[in-house]
């Protein structure tokens, strides 16, 4: 897949911060090359996104990874939403269900950075790889904001790696744009939010915001923030 690369990144970014986040939206599906897709977690804030996105291109591609240890609230988040919006949703899997994997690698996720690399590694990454190019996608839009962690603070509206653009529309959004976005627009988040997880991932690497002493640990024991798919 060839893409086009004249486009002047730089300019454009510079450009952006200006705009709103629909404004970025609608001028990445103008100029940006398709297959044009949006990947979820279905996680906390989840529905700002989705609705930005499909208000904008209702059949857009909806990628989602279920690692096979999401909570059973996100499940049915993912189910509520795929219904309210009409999410044309594509969800793609670990190359090995739980069982399997567990047999060959016992609970990596236990054995420090290291085990939690090769997991996350196996359970998220190759998954949403396999989907990126088994779908063609060459622009990715993603709902990944600066405020989430140190490591997206450098992160630009508009990047191009590995022969794909990647779209961030809603990244210099604080938490309080979100909560007035949801408010706005009578969307939910993810029901665990109101049992305090501020970030939720898998179930043996997501903690509640009650069950630590500080919002990193909330995630991945602490030991790192993100889980690969932004880095």
Request: zero cysteines; a positive charge; charged letters at 30%.
């Given at each position: 897949m060839m893409l086009d690369t004249n486009i002047d990144i730089d300019l454009i970014n510079k450009r952006m911060v200006s705009w709103t986040a629909s404004q970025r939206i609608s001028w990445a599906l103008k100029n940006l090359p398709k297959q044009h897709i949006v990947s979820t977690s279905f996680g906390a804030q989840a529905a700002v996104m989705l609705h930005l996105m499909t208000f904008h291109k209702p059949d857009i591609l909806v990628v989602f990874i279920d690692t096979g240890y999401l909570f059973d609230e996100t499940i049915?988040?993912?189910?509520?939403?795929?219904?309210?919006?009409?999410?044309?949703?594509?969800?793609?899997?670990?190359?090995?269900?739980?069982?399997?994997?567990?047999?060959?690698?016992?609970?990596?996720?236990?054995?420090?950075?290291?085990?939690?690399e090769l997991y996350n590694q196996n359970r998220k990454?190759?998954?949403?790889?396999?989907?990126?190019?088994?779908?063609?996608?060459?622009?990715?839009?993603?709902?990944?904001?600066?405020?989430?962690?140190?490591?997206?603070?450098?992160?630009?509206?508009?990047?191009?790696?590995?022969?794909r653009y990647k779209v961030s529309p809603i990244l210099d959004w604080t938490s309080e744009d979100i909560d007035s976005y949801i408010k706005d627009n009578s969307l939910e988040y993810n029901p665990l939010w109101h049992k305090g997880y501020i970030s939720i991932g898998d179930t043996h690497t997501t903690k509640s915001i009650y069950e630590v002493e500080s919002i990193e640990q909330t995630r991945f024991f602490g030991l790192k923030r993100e889980c690969g798919l932004h880095e």
């Open positions: 049915e988040f993912s189910k509520h939403l795929t219904s309210t919006l009409n999410l044309n949703l594509k969800t793609f899997r670990p190359l090995l269900d739980r069982e399997k994997y567990e047999k060959k690698f016992g609970k990596v996720w236990e054995n420090g950075l290291e085990g939690l990454v190759e998954p949403m790889q396999r989907a990126l190019n088994d779908l063609h996608a060459a622009t990715w839009f993603s709902g990944i904001r600066k405020e989430q962690s140190p490591t997206r603070e450098q992160k630009m509206f508009v990047e191009l790696s590995n022969n």
